[in-house]
């Protein structure tokens, strides 16, 4: 596929929330293949940064990753929910069933080719299972980015960036087993009162932050 004005932007940064709830989610489920989107504050034409900031993360699906209808009613329930707070969906993570498969399948590449098309900086984000511990040292991820031939190319580490402290952060959450916490949707159509954008997670993030602060 090869897609007119695509370009790579110059670095990607990941904040806390971001990384934890992929990682999380993975480790939730770690005899399945589990999927999500991240979150980006919307750019305006005259933005002059050349670096993407994926804010959050949104867990989708752990049962069927490639069931078309869910994906709809997922990605507009989610698209209305953080439109007022200036997100839009930048980008879909996957973390494969297998632990040395870190390769992106046919479900991830043209869902994360259909958030593209909305999103010029998309970024598709495959979880390396097997780096994926409880004593992180680096970050357990391939972000890629679409060239201007409309093909997949993974980011050079240097120009992927991780919020200081987050290894720290989710490494406890792991060891706090934590990720047993964590909501997807799936999660959600079993039961509504499970919150897929996950703001239980989200005041602990602060909480074991702003003790790192101190």
Same mark, same amino acid.
């Given at each position: 596929m090869k897609v007119k004005g695509y370009k790579m932007s110059g670095d990607i940064s990941l904040a806390c929330p971001t990384l934890?709830?992929?990682?999380?989610?993975?480790?939730?489920?770690?005899?399945?293949?589990?999927?999500?989107?991240v979150l980006a504050q919307a750019r305006g034409g005259d933005n002059p940064s050349n670096t993407i900031t994926l804010i959050d993360a949104v867990p989708l699906f752990h049962?069927?990753?490639?069931? #078309?209808?869910? /994906? !709809? %009613?997922?990605?507009?329930?989610?698209e209305q929910r953080y439109k007022s707070e200036g997100l839009v969906i930048a980008g879909y993570y996957q973390a494969n069933?297998?632990?040395?498969?870190?390769?992106?399948?046919?479900?991830?590449?043209?869902?994360?080719?259909?958030?593209?098309?909305?999103?010029?900086?998309?970024?598709?984000?495959?979880?390396?299972?097997?780096?994926?511990?409880?004593?992180?040292?680096?970050a357990p991820v391939i972000?890629?980015?679409?060239?201007?031939?409309?093909?997949?190319?993974?980011?050079?580490?240097?120009?992927?960036?991780?919020? #200081?402290?987050? /290894? !720290? %952060?989710?490494?406890?959450?792991?060891?706090?087993?934590?990720?047993?916490?964590?909501?997807?949707?799936?999660?959600h159509l079993d039961d509504l009162t499970c919150d897929w954008s996950n703001p239980h997670i989200n005041k602990l993030l602060t909480t074991l932050a702003a003790a790192a602060q101190d």
């Amino acid at each position: 596929m090869k897609v007119k004005g695509y370009k790579m932007s110059g670095d990607i940064s990941l904040a806390c929330p971001t990384l934890a709830k992929m990682l999380l989610h993975a480790a939730r489920y770690p005899q399945l293949a589990v999927s999500g989107v991240v979150l980006a504050q919307a750019r305006g034409g005259d933005n002059p940064s050349n670096t993407i900031t994926l804010i959050d993360a949104v867990p989708l699906f752990h049962l069927q990753l490639s069931l #078309a209808p869910m /994906l !709809e %009613v997922a990605l507009t329930q989610i698209e209305q929910r953080y439109k007022s707070e200036g997100l839009v969906i930048a980008g879909y993570y996957q973390a494969n069933e297998h632990i040395r498969d870190n390769v992106p399948d046919f479900v991830a590449l043209k869902i994360a080719e259909k958030i593209a098309e909305n999103n010029s900086d998309a970024c598709l984000i495959m979880v390396d299972n097997k780096r994926l511990c409880l004593n992180l040292q680096s970050a357990p991820v391939i972000v890629s980015q679409l060239t201007s031939e409309g093909k997949w190319k993974s980011k050079e580490k240097a120009s992927v960036h991780i919020e #200081a402290g987050t /290894l !720290e %952060v989710i490494s406890q959450l792991l060891q706090r087993k934590v990720q047993h916490d964590v909501n997807d949707f799936d999660n959600h159509l079993d039961d509504l009162t499970c919150d897929w954008s996950n703001p239980h997670i989200n005041k602990l993030l602060t909480t074991l932050a702003a003790a790192a602060q101190d």
